[in-house]
């Protein structure tokens, strides 16, 4: 990994870096938004079935 770093860090064409940098946020935020979905939607189906139990 330190190595990947190294030659990402080294590299002397920006662009590269800036693509990297993109695709990360693209995939943080599509990771943030499906767990704040499932999170949601789970938190909704508990509530039903402690609801149903009792």
Same mark, same amino acid.
């Given at each position: 990994?330190?190595? /990947?770093?190294?030659? *990402?860090?080294?590299?002397?064409? $920006?662009?590269? @870096? !800036?693509?990297? !940098? =993109?695709?990360?946020? =693209?995939?943080? =935020? @599509? *990771?943030? $938004?499906? =767990?704040?979905?499932? $999170?949601?939607? !789970?938190?909704? *189906? /508990?509530?039903? *079935? $402690?609801? !149903?139990?009792?």
């Amino acid at each position: 990994m330190r190595n /990947f770093l190294n030659r *990402v860090w080294n590299d002397e064409q $920006g662009q590269d @870096i !800036a693509e990297y !940098a =993109v695709m990360l946020a =693209v995939i943080l =935020v @599509i *990771v943030i $938004g499906t =767990v704040r979905l499932i $999170g949601t939607s !789970a938190n909704t *189906v /508990f509530s039903q *079935v $402690g609801s !149903a139990i009792q």
